[in-house]
């Protein structure tokens, strides 16, 4: 009775075990599918790091080829490109990266937005080094690809105060400025006010308006590596400090203000819009 003929006629004594030797290695396969498909995917294992780094270098890039490029293009085609084209152009960009890839890393794309992450509780300290190094990447490729391509020196793409005002006055308006964007990125980014995708819309719109009325005296940079990309490749860094201080003074004091509106910051939804889950909803804080 132990035998199991067979409807050819032929004895099959070990088809039961050779299903459950199929069943198990299915079993096996299938789970290292999934353990691979989790690791790909869950962006809060290390190892997804370097997802997030290429991230912010390739936004960084994009960023940086619209902004320092309006004003190469406008050295190379006099009368072309307009101040009010060339300063709604970044904001426009912004947008688009953020809404393609903001959920992979946060689409900083600033120092200055990454440390106000980090001050917010928002953002892990130890990976702040390693963004700010991507984005001067970034900042320095694009302008690179851009002085090969347009044929002038990429200082024409970088910030400077205007000829009748100090650097002081040039730092004051890049601490305004970059106060009133850090505000705006960290609200939308709340727990309380976690708009999503509509960020984007947000965060694009007051860069756009930022320029519109503060680019004559210092330009309208709000981000020291979007400076520091040409300055680096135009090798002038006359007054760059302006460009780092202004925008780093302004976020933290965006980050006080945020404390005065909405208590501390590390809740489920500034922490997953910081560093990459766009989608967060603000439910999901609820027990």
């Not at 290695?25 to 997802?51: H, K, M, N, T």
């Not at 072309?80 to 084209?85: D, E, G, L, M, V």
């Not at 892990?124 to 090969?148: D, E, K």
Request: with cysteine; aromatic share 10%.
């Amino acid at each position: 009775m132990a035998e199991n003929p067979g409807t050819d006629g032929n004895v099959r004594e070990g088809a039961p075990a050779d299903r459950l030797r199929r069943h198990n290695l299915a079993s096996e396969l299938g789970a290292l599918e999934q353990s691979l498909l989790r690791r790909v995917s869950d962006f809060d294992d290390p190892r997804q790091e370097w997802r997030r780094l290429y991230s912010e270098l390739y936004g960084t890039f994009l960023l940086v080829v619209v902004a320092a490029g309006g004003g190469m293009m406008s050295q190379a085609f006099p009368g072309t490109i307009s101040r009010t084209a060339a300063v709604i152009a970044p904001g426009l960009m912004v947008m688009g990266i953020i809404l393609f890839m903001g959920k992979v890393s946060g689409a900083h794309l600033n120092p200055a937005v990454s440390i106000a992450f980090a001050l917010r509780g928002d953002f892990q300290w130890r990976r702040v080094p390693g963004y700010i190094l991507v984005q001067l990447i970034g900042a320095t490729l694009a302008c690179l690809l851009l002085q090969a391509v347009i044929g002038v020196p990429a200082s024409y793409g970088s910030n400077y105060p205007a000829a009748d005002y100090s650097a002081g006055a040039a730092y004051w308006m890049e601490a305004l400025l970059t106060l009133g964007l850090v505000s705006v990125i960290l609200g939308t980014a709340s727990g309380a006010q976690n708009v999503g995708l509509l960020g984007a819309f947000g965060v694009g719109g007051y860069i756009a308006l930022a320029g519109l009325w503060g680019s004559p005296i210092s330009g309208t940079s709000m981000n020291p590596a979007r400076t520091f990309g040409p300055d680096l490749v135009g090798t002038n860094f006359s007054d760059y400090w302006v460009y780092v201080a202004g925008p780093l003074t302004g976020a933290v004091v965006a980050v006080g203000i945020a404390f005065v509106l909405r208590g501390a910051g590390g809740g489920k939804a500034g922490s997953g819009a910081a560093q990459g889950a766009l989608f967060t909803e603000t439910a999901r804080e609820q027990p």
